[in-house]
């Protein structure tokens, strides 16, 4: 059970939420200018990254917005989480410590 | 006491000698105390034997005093039926009843009456394990402030402190413990969870711990679901078996044990007993086990050289210690009568002449293992430390730390300072700063010499391929030989090698064995430590919890949310038949007296066709959508026009998702130039808000559009049939409801003779004169009533969802998500006419894709079966006469949608979606059904009744 | 279109009208306490516009109380209490009956603006639970942390309780919570709400 910061109402339940896919594929402006190639790709082809991935998520159960999370598929480590439209953030050059037992 | 079990000390220990318990196991009364465990009470009584073992039926008797006992499992009879229990941690009650099990319980059949629910809490530390460790913890981070839960899965905590005898500033630790769990107790942030087992730990530190509460009426137990700023895991060591012949018999019980037995529940385990060891923490068995009376003829440690002043203190209570040595076998049959004992050389391998020892305990120390379960679900990782001989854990995936002999810390000084230094750690990192607290002196638990593991003990004869009385997981009756033969056929993976020997996949999950399996491991592999080898992955939960646990009160009545409308309560009264459509509760039918389904849905749909019927259909989607752009907006997501819809019209329309799959469909309403009422199927609405909401917020933030769902704030009837006008005219007086003032898809405001202001459609599913009445919810019952008073003389029928469902598919409506599943387009479902050519609109590029625009798509189209009287099963497989049904896979042309009794047709129709369905009208297919017959129907338009739709306006 | 609600009162009906009765008999009193009640027919009006433009602030004088930007807060007057629902959305909630008023105010409010004001009123009923147990009662079903350090009055929040959608309101410290769910919803949280408030 992922643990999800809203980016307004605050840390939820991943069961709040609905999960959108990849972040930042953009509606093509013209889709009869692309190719069937090109439309299939936008329609069907998602990147899928072992490491930090940027996805939407929507807080269905709460304020219904919209938004991006940078998530680890491994570790599920949430690195970042920024309003739709917004680019990805870059990440801090430092590594993120570890705690150690 | 004169009726003192045989085993039970006349003093000491944690329990009460004011109140017997009388209790059963196998069918024989005995007496225990409270604050015994199952286990402790039957060692009381000198029973030791349990189930015998699952495959090889090897007598087998209790082996530790936890949660790590491969043996003790018992089958629970009262207070409550319970299956796979341990008898080392079932609390003993007055009147338990309990038997032995072969490696598998039994579940009753009856309810489980018992009542399980579950609480979410947020706290800022929480400590898992209450022994001196985590109380350390807890007491450093309550002082902070911090919110604070310590868990422990023992009715008191102390933890390895409850079966000891050690000192802390000078006086017993067990006063230590009562003031820290009297501080605790009085810190207003802090919880103390006892008989509470922390199962699983997962992401950002959500720990589920699993509470027993035998003290509530019935018993039961709750599922605490933690999330946690800071984690303090205090989770403590399982002493490992060592691996040698006859390990398994009776008798043969962990050193540990041995001494909580003593200590906690003051019960002998043996009269005479050998210690059988790899380090120290054995001597204080061998030295208590002396000084209540035993015997205890020899200590055998592994180490040639053990520490001077622990050799001297046992061979002052006269315990002759065998450095240097190892236990080789075991004598005696279902108990324990003696054990055979061995030197050892340097490289593990038995030298010198054998000794036999008589006996009746062999207690054995095999070294220690920290409880890295939840560690290790918490994806930290384990690394083997070789002096400790262990795994133990390395770095942390969470913000989670380890303390105490959690991660192998073995001397009680050293667990207290860990302690206090991992819960002051933690409420600082929570936001709550605090220094940590000096531990006071201790006694009497010392660091610890390191151990001399010896992973396998060689028989006395033959060679691992043979030793199959050398039991890795007993509980399992896997043993060396299975190792070796798993090795010798080529596995060289721990995971591999668990799958195929099957050890630690028994109800323990390796608790006890895990470790020692690796050992052995290790060794038929020729690798130089465990740690080469490492560790299986470890899984929640981490003790078996019943499913009744997990359901909580989501069960019965409660399982899942039930949605109802306004009128209810009237299908109630009325009789109805209720289906399940997603979460609501609907109407299905209204049987009269006698009727089945198919006489009530032909009755009913006989009333809609010829005089008048009403629905209950409040539980469609309705969406108010609002702003300057609602019109620009409509527009792109349906594919037809809604710009040009005039105020006070309808419009039915299907949005398509961007792959041109139809995805939902419904009536919309302009009320205003820039208010819409749109309508969703019953199942969509929540999909088709979000679906909106995900364009307006994600692609298209310049539209001045907001949505707002009002699905509840409306009730609505659907008055249909020939009769509804005569129906709708006396319920709303003042309306003209002639077809020129109010003609099809259009929409007016009236009044009606109760009062009621309501929303009036003319709109139609069922090809019929319709009305939809749409009243604020608060008077839909009223108004519904009122529908049925003012029919009352035209005879107006209530119908149900499978009525509905009839009565459209005669008129070829498809319903989304029954006749269509994803990858259905608009065209395929004969619907062109719905897709606009002149605007673009979410999808339509798809249209033009080479797949959407093949000629052998399925397509909608109607089934008449050959024989009018056969009903069709929806699901039905379609293939083309002469179809070989023997080739893999068969031929498929489609299969059936939907498929009903049709009254006005007289006879059985069905639509389904069949490959280039449209050019094969006419034709025959046949539906293969899986009784063996074969049905033949004939292909036909979809719409079946009223093709020209001359009945829609009366 | 308006509703006169008084003139219809008999033709009414709140969703957990008929479990009057039952609600009322689950009282517990006592330092483990707690209570159970409808507060049916309030009036609720869904409003949507942008927080920064002109609307806001017209809206804010004709409620009598700035529209609340924190998320998840409550701004309460006399008679109504505006609940933060998202960036641009609010519920405002007042007394049975004064849904025409606040909805003719909001829409003055709104003007030309883009924006929305929805009558909700019959899309949601209210359960009040309230007590010294009340908190404890919710989290067997509600995942949110309900403590006093992060939950109080003035605090709102859509979320879920036993699987159900709702929003919810913190009155009082005592505490007392209002849960606003969908009617379709309401017997069956109503049915939830009972056992546990049993347990």
């Given at each position: 059970m992922l643990l999800i910061a809203c980016p307004w109402c605050g840390e939820r339940d991943e069961t709040e939420y609905h999960y959108g896919g990849q972040a930042h594929v953009a509606h093509p402006a013209d889709p009869h200018a692309l190719s069937d190639a090109e439309w299939g790709a936008y329609l069907f082809v998602r990147d899928n990254p072992k490491g930090e991935f940027a996805e939407r998520w929507m807080h269905a159960a709460g304020c219904r917005r919209w938004f991006n999370v940078v998530r680890?598929?491994?570790?599920?480590?949430?690195?970042a989480v920024y309003p739709a439209g917004q680019p990805r953030p870059v990440p801090p050059s430092d590594e993120h410590s570890e705690v150690t037992a | 006491m004169s009726n003192r079990p045989g085993n039970r000390l006349a003093a000491g220990g944690r329990v009460d000698r004011s109140a017997p318990l009388r209790f059963t196991f196998d069918g024989v009364e005995y007496t225990g105390l409270r604050g015994d465990t199952l286990a402790s009470a039957l060692l009381a009584n000198g029973v030791l034997a349990v189930g015998p073992s699952l495959y090889r039926e090897r007598p087998r008797g209790i082996v530790t005093a936890g949660v790590d006992d491969p043996h003790a499992l018992v089958q629970l009879e009262r207070p409550c039926s319970d299956p796979m229990q341990l008898a080392t941690t079932v609390e003993l009650s007055d009147g338990l009843a309990a038997t032995g099990l072969q490696g598998r319980g039994r579940l009753d059949d009856a309810p489980d009456e018992t009542r399980y629910d579950k609480t979410y809490l947020h706290t800022d530390v929480l400590v898992v394990g209450a022994g001196p460790a985590g109380l350390a913890a807890a007491l450093a981070a309550g002082r902070s402030g911090a919110r604070v839960v310590l868990v422990d899965d023992q009715p008191e905590p102390g933890g390895a402190l409850l079966s000891g005898r050690e000192r802390i500033d000078g006086r017993p630790a067990l006063a230590w413990v009562a003031e820290a769990r009297a501080e605790l107790e009085a810190q207003p942030e802090t919880r103390l969870l006892t008989r509470a087992t922390a199962i699983g730990h997962h992401d950002q530190n959500y720990v589920l711990v699993a509470e027993r509460r035998p003290d509530r009426p019935g018993g039961g137990g709750r599922l605490w679901h933690f999330r946690a700023r800071q984690v303090v895991l205090a989770t403590g060591a399982h002493e490992r078996p060592l691996v040698f012949a006859g390990n398994d018999r009776p008798g043969v019980m962990s050193a540990a044990a041995v001494r909580s037995y003593l200590n906690?529940?003051?019960?002998?385990?043996?009269?005479r007993a050998v210690v059988f060891t790899t380090g120290d923490s054995a001597y204080a068995t061998a030295l208590e086990l002396a000084a209540a009376g035993a015997e205890v003829p020899a200590l055998v440690d592994t180490?040639?050289?053990?520490?001077a002043a622990l050799v001297k203190a046992a061979r002052a209570a006269g315990i002759e210690v065998l450095a240097g040595a190892a236990v080789v076998g075991t004598e005696g049959g279902a108990r324990l009568t003696g054990v055979r004992i061995s030197a050892l050389t340097a490289e593990e391998q038995l030298t010198g002449p054998v000794r036999e020892v008589a006996c009746d305990l062999l207690a054995v120390s095999g070294g220690w293992s920290p409880a890295v379960h939840l560690w290790s679900m918490a994806r930290g990782t384990v690394r083997y430390d070789a002096t400790l001989a262990a795994f133990v854990p390395d770095r942390a995936a969470q913000e989670v730390r380890a303390c105490g002999s959690g991660r192998g810390r073995h001397d009680l000084a050293g667990c207290l300072t860990e302690g206090f230094t991992a819960g002051a750690e933690a409420a600082t990192a929570a936001g709550f700063p605090f220094a940590a607290p000096i531990a006071p002196p201790c006694e009497g638990d010392t660091p610890p010499a390191p151990p001399r593991p010896v992973w396998l003990v060689p028989g006395e004869e033959g060679d691992p391929s043979t030793w199959r009385d050398h039991f890795v997981d007993a509980q399992r009756d896997a043993t060396v030989a299975d190792v070796h033969r798993a090795v010798r056929a080529g596995m060289r993976s721990v995971e591999h090698i668990k799958r195929y020997t099957t050890i630690g996949t028994a109800h323990d999950q390796g608790k006890s064995c895990g470790v020692a399996a690796i050992g052995v491991i290790a060794r038929l592999l020729g690798a130089r430590s465990p740690g080469e080898v490492g560790t299986t992955t470890f899984r929640g939960p981490y003790v078996p919890v019943s499913f009744a646990l997990l359901a909580g009160r989501e069960r019965g009545p409660l399982f899942d949310p039930v949605r109802t409308t306004a009128v209810h309560p009237w299908h109630v009264r009325r009789g109805a038949v209720f289906e399940n459509v997603g979460q609501w509760h609907r109407p299905r039918y209204y049987p009269r007296p006698g009727e089945d389904m198919d006489a009530a849905v032909l009755r009913e749909c006989r009333a809609a066709r010829e005089a008048v019927a009403v629905m209950d259909a409040s539980t469609l989607g309705k969406i108010d959508v609002i702003g300057p752009d609602a019109a620009v907006f409509l527009d792109r997501l349906y594919?037809?026009?809604?710009?040009?819809?005039?105020?006070?019209s309808a419009r039915y329309g299907v949005m398509c998702r961007a792959d041109g799959m139809v995805f939902d469909d419904g009536v919309t309403v302009r009320l205003a130039p820039d208010h819409y009422y749109l309508t969703t199927t019953t199942g969509n609405a929540a999909a088709v808000l979000d679906w909106m909401e995900e364009w307006l917020q994600t692609e298209w933030p310049e539209l001045r559009v907001r949505c707002t769902s009002v699905t509840e704030q409306w009730s609505t009837a659907a008055v249909v049939g020939p009769r509804s006008r005569e129906v709708v005219a006396a319920l709303a007086p003042g309306l003209d409801v002639s077809n020129d003032a109010f003609p099809f898809m259009t929409v007016r405001d009236a009044v009606l003779a109760n009062g009621v202001p309501a929303r009036i459609c003319r709109i139609s599913f069922s090809g019929e004169l319709a009305y939809e009445i749409n009243v604020s919810s608060w008077y839909g019952l009223a108004v519904w009533e009122a529908v049925l008073a003012y029919g009352a003389h035209a005879g107006i029928t209530p119908y149900g969802t499978e009525t509905m469902h009839v009565l459209r598919a005669e008129k070829g409506y498809p319903i989304v998500g029954q006749d269509t599943d994803g990858t259905v387009t608009p065209q395929d479902l004969g619907m062109t006419w719905v897709v606009a050519r002149h605007k673009d609109f979410v999808g339509k590029r798809s249209f033009a894709r080479a797949d959407t625009s093949r000629a052998d798509r399925r397509h909608l189209v109607g089934l008449l079966p050959v024989d009018g009287g056969e009903l069709l099963p929806e699901g039905a497989q379609l293939v083309a006469p002469g179809a070989d049904l023997t080739a893999v896979p068969v031929d498929s042309l489609g299969h059936v949608t939907s498929s009903y009794r049709s009254a006005a047709l007289d006879r059985t129709f069905a639509l389904a979606l069949v490959r280039g369905g449209r050019d094969r009208i006419g034709e025959t297919v046949l539906a293969p059904l899986p009784d063996g017959r074969t049905v033949a129907a004939t292909v036909t338009e979809p719409v079946l009744f009223d093709p020209k739709g001359g009945r829609r306006d009366g | 279109m308006t509703v006169d609600g008084f003139a219809l009162a008999h033709l009414r009906r709140s969703p957990l009208g008929h479990l009057a009765d039952r609600l009322a008999a689950a009282e517990a009193t006592g330092p483990g306490g707690v209570r159970l009640r409808e507060i049916p027919f309030l009036a609720q009006l869904n409003l949507r516009l942008d927080p920064a433009g002109p609307a806001a602030a017209r809206a804010a004088e004709a409620l009598g109380a700035p529209l609340p930007t924190l998320a998840g807060s409550v701004v309460a007057t006399a008679d109504l209490r505006v609940l933060w629902l998202g960036p641009d959305e609010w519920l405002v909630v007042g007394a049975d009956g004064a849904a025409p008023t606040i909805e003719h105010a909001l829409r003055r409010a709104l003007g030309d603006e883009p924006g929305s004001v929805v009558d909700v009123s019959a899309n949601r009923t209210t359960l009040e639970l309230s007590g010294p147990s009340a908190r404890s009662v919710l989290e067997q079903g509600c995942s949110?942390?309900?403590?006093p350090r992060a939950f109080g009055p003035g605090r709102c929040a859509q979320t879920t309780v036993a699987k159900v959608q709702l929003v919810l309101d913190q009155i009082d410290a005592e505490p007392s919570y209002r849960l606003l769910v969908r009617g379709s919803f309401a017997q069956y949280l109503a049915d939830w709400l009972l056992d546990a408030t049993g347990e």
């Open positions: 680890h598929t491994v570790t599920h480590d949430i690195s | 906690r529940y003051a019960v002998l385990t043996g009269r180490r040639p050289e053990p520490p594919t037809n026009g809604f710009a040009k819809l005039p105020v006070g | 949110l942390d309900l403590h």
